[in-house]
T-cell receptor, first 114, second 116 residues
Framework: AQSVTQPDIHITVSEGASLELRCNYS??????LFWYVQSPGQGLQLLLK??????LVQGIKGFEAEFKRSQSSFNLRKPSVHWSDAAEYFC????????????FGTGTQLKVEL | EPEVTQTPSHQVTQMGQEVILRCVPI?????FYWYRQILGQKVEFLVS????????KSEIFDDQFSVERPDGSNFTLKIRSTKLEDSAMYFC??????????????FGPGTRLTVL
């Protein structure tokens, strides 16, 4: 069965600092991987996705993520965080075949200090 | 930009009552989903729906739950007899493709269900 682990429940960074949010997955084949962001009271917005090809993927809002098969990881990075990036970030793995359901991690709450 | 919409944004109901949560997926999308997020917990898959039938469902999606696409635009989730533990945010999602890579699922803003 597929699963996702986000080991950091809360992270606090200063505005302008770099950010890395960790994500480890478990899946029996090459995974489909996603990062979503959820602002308070809002739905889930897709930041970026990995299906195949280049293991470094670029997303919206200046985010990027790198797929590392050897480490079963898909960490999210941003070189310089803005106060508006404060939100909850969810990593998800998508099943191949069938309905392609998403399995989410528990999320990382990002706080940005001014 | 097209988006998934959900109504109502907040639903309060008494335990044992039936509720229907409504979603309007993006118009040319073929696959529809319901997920839920209990407060403070992760988002969990409930059910996927394609070609007017359930494609996959989780163990959470028991006989108390049902889904329907009553017309060409709406996608509904019905909870027949609500329990306290059904209190959660319910997200609808849709995606354009059937089969092949899992094209992006677009999520609605959610309906917060509170069961008293």
């Amino acid at each position: 069965a597929q699963s996702v682990t986000q080991p950091d429940i809360h992270i606090t960074v200063s505005e302008g600092a770099s950010l890395e949010l960790r994500c480890n997955y478990s899946y029996g084949a090459t995974p489909y991987l996603f990062w979503y962001v959820q602002s308070p009271g809002q739905g889930l917005q897709l930041l970026l996705k990995y299906f195949s090809g280049d293991t470094l993927v670029q997303g919206i809002k200046g985010f990027e993520a790198e797929f590392k098969r050897s480490q079963s990881s898909f960490n999210l990075r941003k070189p310089s965080v803005h106060w508006s990036d404060a939100a909850e970030y969810f990593c998800a793995v998508g099943a191949r075949g069938g309905g392609n359901k998403l399995t989410f991690g528990t999320g990382t709450q990002l706080k940005v200090e001014l | 930009e097209p988006e998934v919409t959900q109504t109502p944004s907040h639903q309060v109901t008494q335990m044992g009552q039936e509720v229907i949560l409504r979603c309007v997926p993006i118009s040319n999308h073929l696959y529809f989903y319901w997920y839920r997020q209990i407060l403070g917990q992760k988002v969990e898959f409930l059910v996927s729906f394609y070609n007017n039938e359930i494609s996959e469902k989780s163990e959470i999606f028991d006989d108390q739950f049902s889904v329907e696409r009553p017309d060409g635009s709406n996608f509904t989730l019905k909870i027949r007899s609500t329990k306290l533990e059904d209190s959660a945010m319910y997200f609808c999602a849709s995606r354009i493709l059937a089969g092949g890579p899992p094209d992006t699922q677009y999520f609605g803003p959610g309906t917060r269900l509170t069961v008293l």
